[in-house]
T-cell receptor
Framework: ETGVTQTPRHLVMGMTNKKSLKCEQH?????MYWYKQSAKKPLELMFV???????ENNSVPSRFSPECPNSSHLFLHLHTLQPEDSALYLC??????????????FGPGTRLTVT | DQQVKQNSPSLSVQEGRISILNCDYT??????FLWYKKYPAEGPTFLIS?????DKNEDGRFTVFLNKSAKHLSLHIVPSQPGDSAVYFC?????????????FGTGTRLTIIP
């Protein structure tokens, strides 16, 4: 596997379910990100992890819970979601912010539908 | 308030001609700018970037121009090819730890007409 991978690619869940999204990067990066893309809106940054430490939580509701066990893996745990949480969830990685080559590389995303 | 704006939601260009995608920003602390390309069912792909110390950066058919006084940047694709049909996102960030967050525009859908 190369680049940034995300599983599952599609997920349908009820409002009472608990599910997790997984992201893995094979680029040797130190920072990982979760974004949300809703229709007709800019990509919204949700969380940033740098060397496994959360450095940004962009006022995300607690029904979204991130986990970063190491610099290569990132999870987003979901529980009691609302229909308006339906969106494309994108994971990205980069070298540590502030260093050269800051460009973020994205995974293919998980299309989430909450029923 | 949107700090990065792409005012054209869509653009159609004849194959072989030049495509010009525009982006405006409001935050004067931004000093690094990127363009991403996104195909359906895929994540955004990094295309080209420019630092605020430059006014032009070129990579093959892609050139990004930065006008700091106008807080405007543009992406030129020449010649345009059918494979360039995608949604293009402009993004901006500051430098240094704590300022690295990327702020994205809403995207411009480019369609290349054969």
């Amino acid at each position: 596997e190369t680049g940034v991978t995300q599983t599952p690619r599609h997920l349908v869940m009820g409002m009472t379910n608990k599910k997790s999204l997984k992201c893995e990067q094979h680029l040797g990066h130190n920072a990982m990100y979760w974004y949300k893309q809703s229709a007709k809106k800019p990509l919204e940054l949700m969380f940033v992890y740098n060397f496994k430490e959360q450095t940004e939580n962009n006022s995300v509701p607690s029904r979204f819970s991130p986990e970063c066990p190491n610099s290569s893996h990132l999870f987003l745990h979901l529980h009691t979601l609302q229909p308006e949480d339906s969106a494309l969830y994108l994971c990205a990685s980069s070298y540590s912010p502030g260093t050269s080559g800051y460009e973020q590389y994205f995974g293919p995303g998980t299309r989430l539908t909450v029923t | 308030d949107q700090q990065v704006k792409q005012n054209s939601p869509s653009l159609s260009v004849q194959e072989g001609r030049i495509s010009i995608l525009n982006c405006d920003y409001t935050n004067s602390m931004f000093d690094y700018f990127l363009w991403y390309k996104k195909y359906p069912a895929e994540g955004p792909t990094f295309l080209i970037s420019i630092s605020s110390i430059k006014d032009k950066n070129e990579d093959g058919r892609f050139t990004v121009f930065l006008n700091k006084s106008a807080k405007h940047l543009s992406l030129h694709i020449v010649p345009s090819q059918p494979g360039d049909s995608a949604v293009y996102f402009c993004a901006a960030s500051g430098r240094g730890f704590g300022n690295e967050k990327l702020t994205f525009g809403t995207g411009t859908r480019l369609t290349i007409i054969p």
